[in-house]
């Protein structure tokens, strides 16, 4: 199939461009602030989350989680574009035998699997952090999960929007702007209305699976009307 | 009837009003080399990329290989290597895994790959990151490129451009390699004709979007026939002589020039030049380049 042979082209110019350091640098990073944090105020949280540590570990992660989850999509969307851009490759690739929907698939697959890499390495993280805390073997793995995932569904309209802004303006100071700024925006829960705020409320809740839903549904909503544009556009 | 690699009619691509392609009709038939010239921003690149898919004309129609571009894209692309304008590589990647990047679309045998950096003489630097290659090395890559798919049609977008002359030499015969060895058409475009009469056996003349030439080599090699100037010590006097003799002449500067350039003509005209006590110093064939042909061609209409 297409999309394979573009996916598989596609993992092989990611090779070397520091795609792979990313998406292992950024739970690691989420995973060491939280070390930190309980490390230098052992004492006083595990008080305040006395009997219920591991969800008082989950809390404080959780702040984090869609505002690295959105700076992470924003760099990795631009990485994989710039791949293309950064010698004007496009229209190499875009002359040989293959749809240009298969193109942009591939790309957005790419980039939904580094993402994805990340989520099980937050997950990794999650419990070898509670461990060495000795919050104890009994953790709550469905939240574990959900918080890694969760929240990565709920972003797929940032996902898809972003991979589409990258990979047509060839100046990425617009989609890395603009990804900065929904990056920050994740934090303030500002209406359950606005996609932004639904990479938190996709594990805050209530209602998780209307988030996630609504993420996957306007993510693959933008992810074609993005693929159309894509496949008519002319390559200069 | 012609079996035509490359045929459009009509096409024209138009850009806010202005039209960067106008009217082309494009005849380019199996195995030929065909060199499409014309100077910078006269729509060449514009055109490639219509034939290529990478835009879409605005009206007027593509048929490759007698199928419609529009169509039958894939398969057609399938048959169709190319290289546009400055090459594009990934500078990260060695020249090995570039074509590799390329071989996991199109599909074609791994050996492939050590096949092509052999034609275009890579094999050596097949390991290094493309980043630290020459522009010439690079050129070669993406004929390389080009070539992985097999393809029956090459379409090359300047592809000596920025080289030094060895490299447009090595390009060169590539390039004039490719029918004789492979059977491959080949479009090639330029801005510069002295480098396109050494490889290309028809022509595309192209100005303001608009083909204003297509035809032989040779027949326009027709159209720029030379002259004969002879520096004599007097030239006046010289002129008289020969026109006395039936031998057409006209003066430029000293210099006295022959319209014909045949032998017979040329050395009758010396002697008898020689007999009546005329001094000859020089006698110097002048073809009217191609090149100022060319520019006569694609100057016309710029005021």
Not at chain 2, 252 to 261: H, K, V
Request: aromatic share 8%.
């Amino acid at each position: 199939m297409m999309l394979v042979k573009a996916f598989r082209a596609d993992l092989l110019k990611a090779k070397g461009k520091g795609l792979w350091l990313l998406v292992c640098l950024a739970p690691v990073g989420l995973i060491a602030m939280q070390a930190l944090n309980f490390g230098l105020r052992y004492d006083y949280l595990t008080s305040i989350f006395a009997g219920k540590l591991w969800i008082g570990l989950l809390d404080n992660l959780s702040m984090f989680v869609p505002i690295a989850l959105v700076m992470g999509i924003t760099i990795v969307c631009s990485l994989l574009a710039n791949i293309e851009h950064h010698t004007s490759s496009w229209k190499q690739l875009l002359a040989l035998p293959i749809p240009r929907s298969a193109v942009f698939g591939a790309k957005f697959a790419v980039a939904a699997v580094m993402l994805g890499l990340s989520c099980v390495l937050l997950t990794l993280g999650t419990v070898l952090l509670g461990l060495a805390l000795r919050f104890g073997i009994e953790m709550p793995m469905a939240d574990i999960l959900a918080l890694s995932f969760f929240p990565y569904l709920a972003s797929w309209p940032f996902l898809a929007l972003f991979l589409w802004l990258c990979m047509t303006f060839r100046n990425q100071a617009v989609p890395m702007t603009l990804g900065v700024v929904a990056a920050i925006l994740t934090l303030f829960g500002i209406s359950e209305w606005v996609p932004v705020s639904w990479p938190m409320l996709a594990f805050t809740g209530p209602k998780r699976e209307w988030f996630i839903g609504a993420g996957l549904l306007v993510g693959a909503i933008i992810l074609l009307i993005g693929m159309l544009h894509f496949s008519r556009k002319d390559v200069h | 009837m012609k079996e035509w690699v490359i045929e459009t009619s009509a096409l024209s691509k138009r850009y806010k009003g202005r039209y960067a392609v106008s009217n082309l009709n494009l005849k380019i038939g199996k195995g030929e080399i065909y060199g499409f010239l014309g100077p910078n921003g006269a729509g060449k690149t514009t055109t490639i990329r219509m034939l290529l898919g990478l835009i879409k004309p605005s009206s007027g129609a593509i048929q490759l290989f007698g199928q419609p571009l529009h169509k039958h894209k894939l398969s057609i692309l399938r048959k169709v290597g190319s290289l546009v304008e400055y090459p594009s590589y990934y500078g990260h990647l060695s020249a090995t895994d570039n074509l590799e990047a390329i071989r996991r679309i199109i599909d074609a045998p791994k050996e492939r790959i050590g096949e092509v950096l052999r034609i275009v003489g890579l094999s050596k630097e097949a390991k290094r990151p493309v980043k630290g290659f020459s522009l010439g090395m690079k050129q070669r890559l993406g004929i390389a490129g080009a070539l992985l798919g097999n393809p029956e049609l090459l379409i090359l977008d300047e592809p000596t451009n920025g080289l030094d002359p060895a490299g447009i030499l090595e390009i060169r015969e590539l390039i004039k390699s490719m029918p004789r060895e492979f059977g491959i058409t080949v479009l090639i475009s330029s801005h510069l004709l002295s480098e396109v009469e050494l490889m290309a056996n028809k022509v595309g003349i192209i100005r303001q979007g608009e083909l204003v030439f297509q035809d032989t080599l040779e027949s326009l090699q027709q159209q720029a026939r030379g002259s004969i100037s002879l520096r004599v010590s007097e030239a006046e006097r010289a002129m008289v002589l020969l026109d006395g003799i039936g031998v057409d002449s006209s003066l430029a500067g000293e210099l006295l020039q022959l319209d014909s350039t045949d032998d017979a003509v040329v050395s009758k005209a010396v002697k008898e030049l020689v007999m009546a006590g005329h001094a000859v110093y020089r006698a110097e064939e002048r073809r009217k380049s191609l090149e100022e042909l060319f520019l006569r061609i694609v100057g016309e209409g710029q005021g």
